[in-house]
């Protein structure tokens, strides 16, 4: 992945077409990865929480998802060419998946949401495998029964809704147990799926 180091992350400076495509990539090893679109909210609390930071920078795959990194790369000798954000390497995942028949499961929202979100995502990609869903409002003693459905549901990527930093330190803590090959924190994306 070509990356620029900005703030002492390594943002990757592929572009949003670009980083579907390493994400089949990641996909296809069958290794688990951890994507980050390091949103200005993530970038922050990454400056102010170490433990968040060494996180963010042993994930597989950091895109700029804010103007203000993809601006701060123009000053270097590695200029990203353009945001990822979160919600449309999202949607352009979906496409992804659902042309090329990789499975997709959800956690995170609240249930009324994520389950209209279910609803509108598979209106828009009927051919879409959304192997399962949880919502994001778990107890610790809830995370086993979670992680054993997404083991044996094995979804090609997990798109991990709970907000920054919940959702980073939750793929950190089980990606490895559950062997998906592609986790990405989302944030507030099934929000505005869920319409
Ligand atoms: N969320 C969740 N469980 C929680 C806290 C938040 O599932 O314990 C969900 C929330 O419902 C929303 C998403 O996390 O769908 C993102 O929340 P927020 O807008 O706070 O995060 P951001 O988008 O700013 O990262």
Redesign the pocket.
Known sequence: VPTVDILGIPFSTMTLEETVQYCQTMIESGQPHHMVTA?P??VMMAQENQEFRNIIKKAQLITCDGTGVVWATQYTEFPAQERVT?YDVTLRLFDLCERDGYSVYF????PA??ERAVVNVQKKWPKLTIAGYH????GPGDEEKICDEIMEKKPSILFV????P??EFWISKYKELLNVPLAI???????VISG
Request: without cysteine; hydrophobic residues 40%.
């Open positions: 949103n909210e993530i979160g956690v995170g929202a609240k949401v994520i919502h994001g409002y778990f809704a709970l907000g920054a919940n959702q924190g989302v944030g507030g994306s099934f929000d």
